[in-house]
C-alpha cells in the first residue's frame, strides 16, 4: 500500500513538472493525465478482496508498529548500556585510588592544577566537597595589630591564617593559638552571625598589655596621691567632702 502511494505521488510530481513546462490543449488533458489501463489493475471491485486488502493493510499497519516499537526499544537498550559504560569506567577509576567517598563530589589536583603564584609542589592530593563541608562561616580582621582570617566550617573544621606570615594560606596556625584566644574567636564569630546592624556588628579589639599597663600606672598614681594627702575626696571622710565644697 505505501508503495502503491509513492509511484502515485512521483507520478503527480511528473505530471505537475510537464504542466509547468507546457500547458496541454483541453482535449488532450484526459489522455495524457489519466491512463485507464495503467489503473486497471489496482482497482479493487469485489467487495471480498476489498476485504482482504483491508486485512492486509492492517497487517502492514501492526508490523509497521510493531517495528517502531523494537527500534525505540533497542535505542532505549543501547543508551542504557553507554550510560552503565560510562558509570563502570568512572567507578573502575576510583577503584585503585584513595580518594573517593560515597555521595560526595571527589577530585584529585596536583603540581599542574595551579597556574598562579603560590604554585603547588606536593604531589597529588584529594578533595572531597559536598554541601556539608562547603558551607562555613569566617572572621577577617585587618588593623595595626592582626592580620588574620578564622573560619568554622559546618562539620566542625577550625582554620586560621595569620596573613602577616602566611599571605597564601599555606599552613593552618589554629594550633599555635592558645584557649582563651581560640575562644574569643569564636565569640565574636558567634555575635556577628546573630547580629544586625553596623552598630551592633562593629568589633572592636583593644590591646590586653597595653590596657594592663595603663591600668597599673593608674593605680601606682592613685597610690602616690593618697600618700601626700592629695587623693580624691572619695578617701576623706563626709565631713572634709562637705567643707571643700563649702
Not at 585510588?97 to 604554585?119: G, I
Not at 572531597?128 to 562561616?137: E, H, I, K, L, S
Not at 584566644?181 to 556588628?201: A, F, H, I, P, V
Request: charged fraction near 35%; hydrophobic fraction near 25%.
Amino acid at each position: 500500500m505505501i508503495k502503491r502511494l509513492k509511484q502515485q505521488l512521483e507520478e503527480l510530481k511528473t505530471i505537475r513538472k510537464q504542466l509547468k513546462k507546457v500547458k496541454p490543449h483541453k482535449n488532450q488533458v484526459g489522455s495524457d493525465l489519466y491512463d485507464v489501463n495503467a489503473y486497471s489493475k489496482s482497482c479493487i471491485c469485489d467487495p471480498e478482496d476489498q476485504e482482504r486488502f483491508n486485512r492486509q493493510h492492517l497487517k502492514d499497519e501492526r508490523r509497521q508498529r510493531r517495528e517502531d516499537l523494537k527500534r525505540e526499544r533497542q535505542q532505549r537498550k543501547e543508551e542504557h548500556i553507554k550510560k552503565m559504560e560510562r558509570k563502570m569506567r568512572r567507578k573502575t577509576k576510583f577503584e585503585n585510588m584513595t580518594c573517593n567517598a560515597e555521595k560526595m563530589n571527589c577530585f584529585t589536583q596536583d603540581n599542574n592544577h595551579w597556574k598562579t603564584p603560590p604554585l603547588w609542589t606536593e604531589g597529588p592530593f584529594c578533595f572531597c566537597q559536598n554541601a556539608n563541608n562547603n558551607t562555613f562561616w569566617c572572621l577577617r580582621t585587618i588593623n595595626d595589630t592582626h592580620n588574620f582570617l578564622y573560619c568554622e566550617f559546618v562539620t566542625g573544621f577550625i582554620t586560621y591564617y595569620d596573613l602577616r606570615t602566611d599571605p597564601y594560606q599555606m599552613r593552618n596556625a589554629v594550633y599555635d593559638l592558645d584557649y582563651g584566644t581560640l575562644e574569643k574567636l569564636r565569640m565574636t564569630l558567634n555575635k556577628l552571625r546573630s547580629c544586625k546592624g553596623s552598630k551592633d556588628c562593629t568589633v572592636r579589639y583593644r590591646d590586653e598589655a597595653g590596657s594592663r599597663h595603663q591600668h597599673k600606672q593608674r593605680a601606682v598614681s592613685n597610690l602616690r596621691l593618697i600618700r601626700h594627702g592629695k587623693s580624691d575626696h572619695r578617701w576623706n571622710s563626709r565631713k572634709a567632702t562637705n567643707d571643700r565644697w563649702k
